[in-house]
Nanobody, 111 residues
């Protein structure tokens, strides 16, 4: 199993980023996927999850209305569109499949 995140970076408050997680080594279209994040000094927290077919999604209250999780099963990729970013969104963002984690991608929201 391999999960490779990309798309992080430095963005100003109010800006947008789209994270991608390219998955391989398992039947991607058969499983739910999730995005987590971990800010410095804090525990890792669930940001969003999506069912195998993409028909149902869930979000942390802190990101509802600003973030959108989606997936492309033909490309074995899950996305996290992040809009109206806030400094408190600064964290390392991780893609997760069952017990497997990607290496993470840093998102920094700062002026």
């Amino acid at each position: 199993v391999q999960l490779v995140e990309s798309g992080g970076g430095l963005v100003q408050p109010g800006g947008s980023l789209r994270l991608s997680c390219a998955a391989s080594g398992f039947a991607f279209s058969s499983y739910a996927m999730s995005w987590y994040r971990q800010a410095p000094g804090k525990e890792r927290e669930l940001v969003a999850s999506i069912t195998s077919a993409g028909s149902s999604t869930n979000y942390a209250d802190s990101v509802k209305g600003r973030f959108t999780i989606s997936r492309d099963n033909a490309k074995n990729t899950v996305y996290l569109q992040m809009n109206s970013l806030k400094p408190e969104d600064t964290a390392v963002y991780y893609c997760k499949y069952r017990g497997y984690w990607g290496q993470g991608t840093q998102v920094t929201v700062s002026s």
